[in-house]
DNA sequence: TCAAAAGTGTTATAGATACACCCATGC
DNA sequence: GCATGGGTGTATCTATAACACTTTTGA
């Protein structure tokens, strides 16, 4: 893949940006960071930066970011790369391509306030998106494009879990596809479509009551990390 | 995302590759090329390179790649980002993250040999990814990626038949079906659920004959981008 | 006329949908 | 008791799977 040895680098900076979705009062949020330096300095944007180093790998970057900016820890959600955003003029410093990572969060306890960075906001992805709105950079796309591929994997993986706490109610599990996806759900198909998938989920043996009605069974994220067959969007 | 100004840029090198697959003699084939040049001289290796200048977008760089390392057009199959890997040390001469790029290519009548990289060849992958094969790089994690996204992309996109000439019958693209997956299909059943998704084939009132049987309708790709329900392959 | 491939029809089964109904709790 | 949400049973519909059968060609 690398062409002939002595010749000029282009010099292009490395960037990794996380998109951090969560379900956090009922709807779909996504955590984002005042800028407090320029381009684009007060706005809100993805949490990310540039390599810290020749030698760390994207990964690490991602997970260090992510700590720095927000003082959520990797090893708490799940993290994922979506995808490289890299056209000329993105950055208008210099030329920047950044690999983007995905990160599915439980509902936190203090939002995010509680971490290092004080700056670090969740925000409704639909407020984030709309027409009015503004985000630094190419931001707004990379958020659209980690919303849809966060609506596509629920669909065919047990990843909508990531979005609940260790321990959960298949209710609660609902209401994370009802608004990811922005639908409602049969909650008795549901109940049963979920239960018939070996491996996702692991009775602990408790109930919760929630206010009133018949209290829920809890379970945990068992192994499993596929659906088949896929629970598919209504069309 | 990017942080404070003034500080020195890791040198990090910005490469693409491309895995450009096809289907040729009963095989899923992929491109590759020989290196001339130190590391890996002489091994096989996808095709892909550094980007040319600052400002040269990703996508160009891959069109550009593949032209002179294969003779291929960028415009004559379909191309899509894969994945970038960035592990520092997988170029033993510098820090190197490399955007891949998944291709689709029609089977080609002179298999790349007409181009002007007279070093490219068609290879199938089972050979490239048996256990005791060696392709240069981290390349052949890369094709492992790129088959298996290929795969599953068969399910639910209309992009088999981007392996298949602007024109082609129900058997040609149960065919590209049956060898990328590695499973028969059913041709009755193949052909009325394929028939069924409206936009997807386009018939142009011809038929041919292959050797013996029945002639065949032929087919050109419609807008159909989906195929909903997916097909999905044996479990 | 026969083999071979294209294409249609029919039945059986799996999974999704819709919804009636029972269960277990708080008030 | 009764409202509320948890959970089961069941009919219906839709899509797939399996395969018999007809069609149309080359040899």
Redesign the pocket.
């Known amino acids: 893949m690398p062409d002939d040895e002595g010749w000029t680098l282009p010099e292009v900076a490395v960037a990794v940006d996380l998109a951090v979705l969560t379900v956090h009062d009922g709807a779909l949020q996504i955590m984002l960071v005042k800028r407090g330096i320029p381009p684009y300095e007060g706005m809100l944007a993805l949490p990310g930066g540039f390599l810290a180093s020749t030698e760390e790998d994207l990964d690490v970057a991602a997970a260090r970011e992510l700590e720095e900016e927000t003082g959520l820890h990797a090893k708490d959600l799940h993290l994922e790369q979506l995808r490289t955003y890299g056209t000329p003029g993105r950055d208008p410093r210099r030329r920047v391509i950044t690999v983007c990572y995905l990160g599915f969060s439980p509902n936190l306890p203090e939002p995010a306030a509680g971490g290092d960075a004080s700056e670090a906001v969740l925000m409704p992805v639909d407020k984030v998106l709309r027409p009015r709105a503004t985000v630094a950079f190419d931001h707004k796309k990379i958020i659209t494009d980690a919303v849809e591929r966060a609506r596509s994997k629920l669909e065919y993986t047990t990843l909508a879990a990531a979005f609940c706490g260790p321990e959960f ?3 609660d599990l609902r209401e994370v596809y009802e608004i990811v996806w922005g639908e409602t759900l ?4 549901f ?3 979920i ?1 018939s998938v070996p491996g996702f989920l692991v009775p602990t043996g408790e ?1 919760v ?9 809890v379970f945990r994220r068992g192994p499993a990390t596929i659906l088949h ?4 969007r ?1 069309p």
Chains 1, 2 share one sequence.
């Open positions: 109610t298949v209710t049969d909650p008795r198909n109940h049963r479509k239960m109930r009551s929630r206010q009133a009605g018949r209290p829920a069974a067959p896929a629970m598919l209504s």
